[in-house]
């Protein structure tokens, strides 16, 4: 496959009034994203800014604007044939309530290199109830995991 043909190679946008949901990654604010992840996830505490920056360069990462700020994120590790890992998604709590959570999803899960996979994990998660409502349900316990000491 050459490159030419990797989905990620064009830009998705997706507009909604003043916002603007963008998987361009020039717009994406890595010191505001690490802010977030720092104070506001319990698996990415500690995280310095060169992984962050890092994770992104290496995933597929919409961006959520309100004009020129950015407002919220979400991250996709992925193959682009069949499977996908959603992580590290927000929305700040001062814009919160308008629906942006179910927008990014929505636009994450319609993205034209996404459509087609067999299978989407996501988590650790807290509250579920947002990923329910797009069809995600608990995982059996047959997964393992190593982390590296």
């Given at each position: 496959m050459s490159s030419a043909c990797i989905p990620t190679s064009s830009c998705q946008e997706y507009r909604r009034g003043n916002f603007l949901i963008s998987t361009d990654p020039a717009k994406l604010d890595i010191a505001a994203i690490h802010a977030f992840l720092t104070r506001g996830y319990f698996d990415t505490e500690g995280i310095d800014q060169e992984t962050v920056a890092r994770s992104v360069q290496g995933s597929l990462c919409f961006?959520?604007?309100?004009?020129?700020?950015?407002?919220?994120?979400?991250?996709?590790?992925?193959?682009?044939?069949?499977?996908?890992?959603?992580?590290?998604?927000?929305?700040?709590?001062?814009?919160?309530?308008?629906?942006?959570?179910?927008?990014?999803?929505?636009?994450?899960?319609?993205?034209?290199?996404?459509?087609?996979?067999?299978?989407?994990?996501?988590?650790?998660?807290?509250?579920?109830?947002?990923?329910?409502?797009?069809?995600?349900?608990?995982?059996?316990?047959?997964?393992?995991?190593?982390?590296?000491?």
């Open positions: 961006g959520v604007y309100d004009g020129q700020q950015q407002v919220g994120f979400a991250r996709v590790i992925t193959d682009f044939a069949t499977f996908a890992y959603f992580c590290d998604d927000y929305i700040l709590e001062s814009h919160r309530g308008q629906g942006l959570a179910k927008w990014l999803m929505d636009c994450v899960l319609k993205h034209p290199g996404l459509r087609h996979l067999r299978r989407w994990i996501l988590g650790p998660t807290r509250d579920t109830r947002l990923y329910e409502k797009f069809g995600f349900k608990p995982v059996e316990s047959q997964w393992m995991e190593l982390k590296p000491s």
